[in-house]
């Protein structure tokens, strides 16, 4: 299996998801080919829950990774399941169009890039 795919895997066991049980984990390849990795972390109030995808970004960019190739996502569902919107509005102003990588626990994967996902991203291009 592929090192990033097993990356989030192993990490989606760190998951915090008393509430929903639906543990995710995330690996984020910056351009140097470090790992970034990160699972969902759930609150009792649940707006303040945080995805695994935004835990891997925030992660990379505070130790210093500004440029990324692929994201793995893992998570338990029957089928592979993509970032919510809010992830893929983080995704695409960190890492623009890079691949995501789906992966469930049964091995099956979906490969995405990010313009795929989220066609009409708001970026900093509206706000010149």
Not at 19 to 47: I, P, Q
Not at 57 to 62: L, T, W
């Amino acid at each position: 299996m592929d090192e990033l795919l097993a990356a989030a895997l192993q990490v989606r066991e760190n998951a915090f998801a008393p509430y929903s049980n639906f543990r995710v984990g995330a690996a984020l390849e910056d351009e140097s080919g470090r790992v970034h990795t990160g699972c969902n972390v759930e609150n009792s109030t649940y707006g303040l829950t945080v995805c695994a995808e935004r835990v891997a970004v925030f992660k990379a960019i505070s130790e210093g990774a500004r440029r990324f190739r692929r994201i793995a996502v893992a998570a338990g569902a029957a089928t592979p399941t993509p970032p919510c919107g809010a992830c893929r509005q983080i995704l695409w102003e960190f890492c623009g169009d890079i691949e995501v990588v789906l992966v469930n626990l049964k091995g099956e994967t979906k490969s995405y890039r990010m313009s795929e996902l989220f066609p009409r991203p708001f970026d900093d291009s509206f706000l010149r």
